[in-house]
């Protein structure tokens, strides 16, 4: 099945520094890569998602990209804010049809960002 | 998201104990999933249904079971708590091909 590692497991920046998170996947029949945002004592929501047939997609101070060829996408959050606190996790699904078309999700990294 | 409920929010029970927690949505959404969170370990996938009458097992199904009792309904039981069952677990809704929408969670505690 699918695995996906992902980097780091903290990451502490000043505020107005970016951020950059990194995951890895094993599955190249992987076509959709969600991140959430977890904050402290709430649900996970999807903040910005990227298909297998883009490399790039931006939402404000938000970026992912992809790289099919090398199996690994990122975060990207420019002018971090102390409000971007919070654990993100990345995740892959496999293509449609059958018990692949689940999320497989990283382990999470727990951003700070320090006013 | 007020479209995907849980129930019970928190819940201590004892080993060897049966227990079933509960997740309803309004959102009209075939597709739901039961997860279970850990620190450190990200969120893993337990059982996942794509309708109802079509129920998979994730990556952890051992110790639980679950019922899709209507579209809007997915139960997780577990047959006899233990221990290291205790965790943060997540009901999830999809449409077919979008993006996972989460419940409030349970916050489960097994001594």
């Known amino acids: 099945g699918e695995n996906v590692e992902q980097h780091p497991s903290t990451l502490s920046v000043q505020e107005g520094d970016s951020a950059v998170i990194k995951c890895t996947y094993s599955d190249s029949a992987s076509n959709y890569f969600p991140w959430y945002k977890q904050e402290l004592g709430k649900r996970p929501q999807l903040i910005i998602d990227i298909r297998s047939n883009v490399g790039e997609k931006k939402d404000q101070r938000i970026a992912v990209t992809l790289n099919k060829t090398a199996k690994h996408f990122s975060l990207h959050i420019t002018e971090t804010q102390p409000e971007d606190s919070a654990v993100y996790f990345c995740?892959?699904?496999?293509?449609?049809?059958?018990?692949?078309?689940?999320?497989?999700f990283g382990k999470g990294t727990l951003l700070t960002v320090n006013p | 998201d007020a479209d995907v409920t849980q129930t019970p929010r928190n819940r201590i029970t004892k080993t060897g104990k049966r227990i079933m927690l509960e997740c309803s949505q309004t959102k009209g959404h075939d597709r739901m999933y039961w997860y279970r969170q850990d620190p450190g370990l990200g969120l893993r996938l337990i059982y996942y249904s794509f309708d109802v009458k079509d129920i998979n097992k994730g990556e952890i199904s051992d110790g639980y079971s679950v019922s899709r009792q209507a579209q809007a309904k997915f139960s997780l039981s577990l047959e006899s708590a233990i221990p290291n069952q205790t965790a943060l677990y997540f009901c999830a809704t999809s449409p077919k091909a979008g993006e996972q929408y989460f419940g409030p969670g349970t916050r489960l505690t097994v001594t």
């Open positions: 995740a892959a699904r496999g293509p449609g049809g059958g018990s692949n078309y689940k999320l497989t």
